[in-house]
């Protein structure tokens, strides 16, 4: 038997495809993912387009595509909790952006430079909005943009709401918030009568002849709890108390003073109270650490400023002796169970800070809207109520109640009243998936120490003055510049300078790349190299799914912008 010769024809087996080979088997494409920072932006702003321009010094720019969102950005920047913070993927290289001091710095250089927005043709259309708070006031601005013919009306002197009324000065300069407040109602097309209450909505909308209605009147009216007052002593709650302190009305408090409560409102009472001559004050809270109801950061500046809490306690009476509290216990499902055991402590007056709600009489007249448990307006998910044509929005909804919350709420509604007075029905765009920070190749990054605004001494805090100071212009740019682009491409060559096979060219700025996939051999390294993840290597399509101009985003299965990758056969 002849003797058989092994054979040594290389055989190509699918693992030696799989980077440079004789057969491509990826091939790169440009992909588009939510930023987590746009994601969690209760106001909806594209927060990494406009830090891009920020970062470039095109400040003006950055403003206007801020605004296009929130037309409060200088308020913003100081009283809004910036949770797009919170999910920021720096977060986990070192520091998050510092996006609200940003965002104020453009704020303030927009009231500084009278910087002004466009506003579109008159529509013939018309709206009614009851309210000048920040759902009020958004909703109001984003109608006047698109040609609407707007009436404001508010029960208060002047418009703002709870950030005239509510916010202490000392976090939000009412000079500040008045400039913003009056860019927005000199827009042509916007009337706004202060001082005027709207009792009954159905009717002001008939009188008025208003195509549509959208209601923010906000959680103005402050809850109350059975605390027996003796001796003469009244009780004052939180709400009333930061209104008439911004009215130049503001009560004697005394040497003590109790809160009662444990959100926001009653850090800014405890605050407020210290600045007003109060040389204690002492919060009375019902739960524990790890159930206040105040942001950390609130909550961390009324304790370094000197007020003190007692965890796990509730007031059962307040007379000339002070209060007398009862000692809880926390039960394992949260809930709490009074001990019996009492004490007293000294107070001159007690502050009541245990929630708010809206006035919603003005509804009643109006058929088809439905008042839900809790005291709020029942709405469908383009913020319109049951009767058609009026809608509601801000903290009279419940849901997360924020300034920034009900910016966003404003501008769904006016997009979803312009479609209603159309006879169409608002369809919120779908949303890129998220980028996660495992997503990213950040291969060469340092850390970027984060640029902090100063604050105000704690022994010169003794009035209302603001106690946070903005970053300058060159410390916006550096932290503007501490973005990572996450999930979208910010042309920073590195997939131009890493291609082996020079197939990727430069189509100049804006422009993005162009693929030549005569040369690209599907290696991947543009993907690697590329630290906000927007290249992702797809399977190589058949030859006749790669017809010119139709090329695919990855699994995404959406057109390629032409003017950022494109891919030339």
Partial sequence: MPLKLPDLTQALQETTLRGSGSIRWQQPRFVTFLPPCNHECPAGEDIQSWLGSAQAGDYETAWRKLVEANPLPATHGRACYHTCENACNRTFLDAPVAIHAIERFLGDLAVEKGWRVAEGPLSGKSALVVGAGPAGLSCAYHLARAGCRVEIRDAAEEPGGMMAFGIPAYRLPRDILRKEIARIV??????????????????????????????AVGAQVANHIAIPAMDGKKLIDAIGLLGDVERGKAPVLGRVVAVIGGGNVAMDAARTALRLGASETVLVYVSDPAHLEAHPEEAQAAFAEGARIKWMSAVEQFGAQGIVIEKLSLK??????????????????????????????????????????????????????????????????????????????????????????????????????????????????????????????????????????????????????????????????????????????????????????????????????????????????????????????????????????????
């Fill in 186 to 215: 000199s827009l042509p097309g916007i009337t706004l009568k202060s001082g005027q209450k709207v009792d009954d909505v159905a009717a002001a909308r008939k009188e008025g002849g208003f195509d549509a209605v959208f209601v």
């Fill in 332 to 569: 394992p499902d949260g809930g709490v169970t009074p001990t019996g055991e009492t004490e007293r402590l000294a107070a001159d007056s007690v502050i009541l800070a245990v929630g708010e709600h809206a006035d919603l009489a003005l509804l009643r007249g109006a058929p088809g809207v439905a008042i839900q448990p809790g005291g709020v307006v029942g709405v469908d998910p383009v913020l319109m109520t049951g009767q058609p044509g009026i809608f509601a929005g801000g903290d009279c909804i419940g849901g997360a109640r924020t300034m920034t919350a009900a910016v966003g709420h404003g501008k769904l509604a006016a997009r979803a009243m312009l479609e209603w007075m159309d006879n169409k029905t608002y369809q919120h765009p779908p949303s890129h998936p998220l980028v996660t920070f495992e997503m990213l190749h950040l291969l060469d990054y340092l850390d970027a120490p984060r640029e902090e605004q100063r604050e105000t001494p704690l022994a010169r805090r003794t009035g209302f003055g603001e106690i946070v100071d903005g970053l300058a212009e060159p410390q916006a740019r550096f932290e503007a510049k501490r973005c990572l682009s996450c999930g979208n491409c910010f042309e920073c060559d590195n997939c131009y300078a890493a291609c082996p096979e020079q197939a990727i060219s430069r189509l100049g700025p804006g422009r993005g790349y162009e693929v030549d996939l005569t040369l690209c051999t599907g290696c991947a390294v543009c993907f690697e190299q590329c630290p906000c993840h927007a290249i992702e290597m797809t399977p190589e399509p058949a030859r006749q799914d790669l017809a010119v101009g139709s090329p695919t985003i990855g699994s995404l299965g959406e057109p390629i912008a032409p003017s950022r990758f494109k891919v030339r056969l």
